[in-house]
C-alpha cells in the first residue's frame, strides 16, 4: 500500500518538533552525567561509599520515570506546551539545587523529586510520545531521532564536565551548568506550543488494519503483553546501564586516567547516537520486535567484552562496539508501544513501559556501585548485568514467536 502526502500527518513542522525536542533531551539528560563524571569526587568530599552519588543517578532516573506518566497525562489533556516549559525550570532548579545539598539525603532528594521528578520528567517519554503524534509514515526515525538526544547528551558533556570538574570543581560545575539550562531549554520548550495535528482517515485505518478484532495483543489480554515489555525493558536497562554509569571509575580502577574513561564514555554514546537513526530505519522496515531483538543480542556481546577487556586500546574499541549495539534499544519500545496498542492508549502504556525502563536504569546503576563497595571490582557486577541481559531477550523472543511473520510497521513507506 502507497501512501499519499495528504493522507499523512507529516508536515516541516513535525521535524522541527523532532529537532527541538533532541536538543531539549541532550541538554536536559547532560544533568545526570554530571553525577557520573564526579561519582569519585562527590564521594570523596563528603566521605561517601560510591553507592550514595550512584543512587543520586538512580533517584534522578525514577523520578523522571514517574514523572514522565504524570506529564504524559497533563500532555495528553492539554499539549506538550505548558509540561515542555514546566519540566525546563525544574531541570535546571534541581541541578542547582542539588550543588547546594548539605547531605546524602538532600542531595538524593533534589536529584530526585526537583531534577527527575519535576524536570527530566518531562523531557523523555512525554517528547517520544509527542513526536509519534506528528508523523505515521516515518515514526520510526523520527523517533531514533528524538531518542538520540540521550546519547548526544553522552557524546558532548562527559569531556567538557570532567574539565570543568577538574579545573573549578563538581558543585561549580552543576551550578554553570543548571543556569546553562535555564538560558536553552525555556526558548526551546515554546516550540512544544503548536498542538499535534489529528490522525488521518488513513493512519486510523492503518490502525485498526494492525490490531486484533478481539482487541488481544500478540494473541494475550493486552495487559499481560505490556507486562512482559515492562519486565523486558527492565532486564536490557539494568545491563544497559552498567558500564555507562561506572565506566569513568572502572577505567580509573583499571589505572588509567578518568580523562580517558569520560572519553569512552563520549566515544560509546557517540556511536549510539549514530547507530539510533541505523535502528530507526530499520524499525520502519522490519518492526520494532525484531529490531529491539538484534540491539538487545548486540548489547550482550558488548557487555560481556567489558568483564574480559582490561586495556585501554581494547576498551575503546569495545566502547565503539557496545554503543553501536545498544543504541537501538529504548527507541524501540516507543515504536513496539505504537505498533502493537491503540493509539488512543499509546500514551499512558508508553508512560509506564519508560517508567520501568528509568528503574531498570537506576538498578543498574546503583548495583553496579553497590556490587563494586562489596567486592572491589566491576566484573561482578558487568556479569550480573549480562544476567539480565538474558531474561530481556528470551522475553523478546517470545513476544516474537507469538507475533509471527506479519509486517508490523506503522504505515508503509511510500514507493
Same mark, same amino acid.
Given at each position: 500500500?502507497?501512501?499519499?502526502?495528504?493522507?499523512?500527518?507529516?508536515?516541516?513542522?513535525? =521535524?522541527?518538533?523532532?529537532? %527541538?525536542?533532541?536538543?531539549? !533531551?541532550?541538554?536536559?539528560?547532560?544533568?545526570?552525567?554530571?553525577? %557520573?563524571?564526579?561519582?569519585?569526587?562527590?564521594?570523596?568530599?563528603?566521605? =561517601?561509599?560510591?553507592?550514595?552519588? +550512584?543512587?543520586?543517578?538512580?533517584?534522578?532516573?525514577?523520578?523522571?520515570?514517574?514523572?514522565?506518566?504524570?506529564?504524559?497525562?497533563?500532555?495528553?489533556?492539554?499539549?506538550?506546551?505548558?509540561?515542555?516549559?514546566?519540566?525546563?525550570?525544574?531541570?535546571?532548579?534541581?541541578?542547582?539545587?542539588? *550543588?547546594?545539598?548539605?547531605?546524602?539525603?538532600?542531595?538524593?532528594?533534589?536529584?530526585?523529586?526537583?531534577?527527575?521528578?519535576?524536570?527530566?520528567?518531562?523531557?523523555?517519554?512525554?517528547?517520544?510520545?509527542?513526536?509519534?503524534?506528528?508523523?505515521? @509514515?516515518?515514526?520510526?526515525?523520527?523517533?531514533? $531521532? &528524538? *531518542?538520540?538526544?540521550?546519547?548526544?547528551?553522552?557524546?558532548?558533556?562527559?569531556?567538557?564536565?570532567?574539565?570543568?570538574?577538574?579545573?573549578?570543581?563538581?558543585?561549580? +560545575?552543576?551550578?554553570?551548568?543548571?543556569?546553562?539550562?535555564?538560558?536553552?531549554?525555556?526558548?526551546?520548550?515554546?516550540?512544544?506550543?503548536?498542538?499535534?495535528?489529528?490522525?488521518?482517515?488513513?493512519?486510523?485505518?492503518?490502525?485498526?488494519?494492525?490490531?486484533?478484532?478481539?482487541?488481544? $495483543?500478540? @494473541?494475550?489480554?493486552?495487559?499481560?503483553?505490556?507486562?512482559?515489555?515492562?519486565?523486558?525493558?527492565?532486564?536490557?536497562?539494568?545491563?544497559?546501564?552498567?558500564?555507562?554509569?561506572?565506566?569513568?571509575?572502572?577505567?580509573?580502577?583499571?589505572?588509567?586516567?578518568?580523562?580517558?574513561?569520560?572519553?569512552?564514555? +563520549?566515544?560509546?554514546? *557517540?556511536?549510539?547516537?549514530?547507530?539510533?537513526?541505523?535502528?530507526?530505519?530499520?524499525?520502519?522496515? &522490519?518492526?520494532?520486535? @525484531?529490531?529491539?531483538?538484534?540491539?538487545?543480542?548486540?548489547?550482550?556481546?558488548?557487555?560481556?567484552?567489558?568483564?574480559?577487556?582490561?586495556?585501554?586500546?581494547?576498551?575503546?574499541?569495545?566502547?565503539?562496539?557496545?554503543?553501536?549495539?545498544?543504541?537501538?534499544? $529504548?527507541?524501540?519500545? *516507543?515504536? !513496539?508501544?505504537?505498533?502493537?496498542?491503540?493509539?488512543?492508549?499509546?500514551? =499512558?502504556?508508553?508512560?509506564?513501559?519508560?517508567?520501568?525502563?528509568?528503574?531498570?536504569?537506576?538498578?543498574?546503576?546503583?548495583?553496579?556501585?553497590? !556490587?563494586?563497595?562489596?567486592?572491589?571490582?566491576?566484573?561482578?557486577?558487568?556479569?550480573?548485568?549480562?544476567?539480565?541481559?538474558?531474561?530481556?531477550?528470551?522475553?523478546?523472543?517470545?513476544?516474537?514467536?507469538?507475533?509471527?511473520?506479519?509486517?508490523?510497521?506503522?504505515?508503509?513507506?511510500?514507493?
Amino acid at each position: 500500500m502507497n501512501v499519499r502526502p495528504q493522507d499523512s500527518v507529516e508536515c516541516a513542522y513535525g =521535524w522541527a518538533v523532532a529537532v %527541538v525536542s533532541t536538543m531539549m !533531551i541532550a541538554v536536559a539528560f547532560g544533568t545526570s552525567y554530571l553525577v %557520573v563524571v564526579g561519582l569519585k569526587p562527590i564521594a570523596a568530599d563528603f566521605g =561517601w561509599p560510591r553507592q550514595i552519588p +550512584s543512587a543520586a543517578y538512580a533517584m534522578a532516573l525514577f523520578g523522571a520515570g514517574i514523572g514522565g506518566i504524570f506529564m504524559g497525562w497533563w500532555a495528553d489533556r492539554k499539549g506538550m506546551g505548558a509540561p515542555a516549559l514546566f519540566g525546563a525550570f525544574f531541570v535546571g532548579a534541581g541541578t542547582i539545587a542539588a *550543588a547546594y545539598s548539605p547531605d546524602a539525603i538532600t542531595f538524593l532528594a533534589a536529584h530526585f523529586l526537583i531534577l527527575g521528578l519535576l524536570g527530566n520528567g518531562a523531557m523523555f517519554a512525554p517528547l517520544l510520545t509527542n513526536v509519534t503524534h506528528w508523523f505515521d @509514515r516515518r515514526r520510526g526515525i523520527a523517533v531514533a $531521532v &528524538v *531518542a538520540s538526544g540521550q546519547s548526544l547528551a553522552g557524546a558532548i558533556w562527559p569531556p567538557i564536565f570532567r574539565y570543568t570538574i577538574d579545573e573549578y570543581g563538581w558543585q561549580e +560545575s552543576m551550578i554553570g551548568y543548571g543556569l546553562f539550562c535555564f538560558v536553552t531549554l525555556i526558548p526551546l520548550a515554546l516550540v512544544m506550543r503548536r498542538p499535534a495535528p489529528r490522525p488521518t482517515v488513513a493512519s486510523v485505518a492503518a490502525a485498526e488494519a494492525r490490531g486484533n478484532g478481539d482487541g488481544r $495483543v500478540l @494473541r494475550m489480554p493486552p495487559n499481560l503483553a505490556l507486562g512482559l515489555l515492562c519486565v523486558a525493558i527492565v532486564g536490557c536497562c539494568v545491563a544497559m546501564s552498567m558500564p555507562m554509569v561506572h565506566i569513568v571509575a572502572h577505567c580509573s580502577d583499571l589505572g588509567f586516567s578518568a580523562a580517558r574513561g569520560a572519553e569512552m564514555l +563520549s566515544i560509546l554514546l *557517540a556511536c549510539a547516537f549514530i547507530s539510533r537513526i541505523g535502528y530507526g530505519w530499520l524499525a520502519d522496515r &522490519v518492526g520494532g520486535l @525484531r529490531t529491539l531483538f538484534l540491539g538487545a543480542s548486540l548489547q550482550l556481546l558488548g557487555l560481556a567484552c567489558f568483564v574480559y577487556v582490561d586495556s585501554l586500546q581494547g576498551l575503546y574499541l569495545v566502547s565503539v562496539f557496545y554503543g553501536l549495539g545498544y543504541g537501538g534499544i $529504548v527507541p524501540m519500545y *516507543a515504536i !513496539i508501544v505504537r505498533e502493537l496498542f491503540r493509539d488512543s492508549e499509546a500514551g =499512558w502504556r508508553m508512560g509506564v513501559v519508560f517508567l520501568f525502563g528509568t528503574i531498570g536504569m537506576a538498578l543498574g546503576g546503583y548495583f553496579g556501585g553497590l !556490587i563494586f563497595d562489596l567486592t572491589g571490582s566491576y566484573r561482578l557486577a558487568f556479569l550480573t548485568g549480562i544476567g539480565f541481559n538474558i531474561l530481556n531477550l528470551v522475553l523478546v523472543g517470545f513476544m516474537l514467536s507469538r507475533q509471527g511473520g506479519g509486517d508490523r510497521r506503522a504505515i508503509p513507506l511510500p514507493a
